[in-house]
């Protein structure tokens, strides 16, 4: 199984950034796909996660009205739209999977199997 995020970059406070994390050697329409994000000096955080379907998304409350997941079950591939930028969503975003066709949110790491390399975002003031 590999998980390749990309999109990531240096924006401006207000900016916004769209990730993608691609899928490969597993059935992606049977995985639950989250993205974490973790700043320096920091732990690994919840950002977002959607179900196998699509059907349901959740979000941290740092992020809700400004962050949007999807995924794209016919590329393998799921999306984070990053609106609103601020500086203290600075970090590096993973993408993470794991297998699951429940409707419930899956918030920690010890719950996803899979894991990207990560993809850097600055966001500067």
């Known amino acids: 199984v590999q998980l390749q995020a990309s999109g990531g970059g240096l924006v401006q406070a207000g900016d916004s950034l769209r990730l993608s994390c691609a899928a490969s050697g597993l059935t992606f329409s049977m995985y639950v796909m989250g993205w974490f994000r973790q700043a320096p000096g920091k732990e690994r955080e919840f950002v977002a996660t959607i179900t196998w379907s699509g059907g349901m998304t959740y979000y941290s409350d740092s992020v809700k009205g400004r962050f949007t997941i999807s995924r794209d079950n016919a590329k393998n591939t799921v999306y984070l739209q990053m609106n609103s930028l601020k500086p203290e969503d600075t970090a590096v975003y993973y993408c993470?999977?794991?297998?699951?066709?429940?409707?419930?949110?899956?918030?920690?790491?010890?719950?996803?199997?899979?894991w990207g390399q990560g993809t850097q975002v600055t966001v500067s003031s």
């Open positions: 993470a999977a794991t297998p699951s066709f429940q409707s419930r949110p899956y918030y920690y790491t010890k719950e996803y199997d899979y």
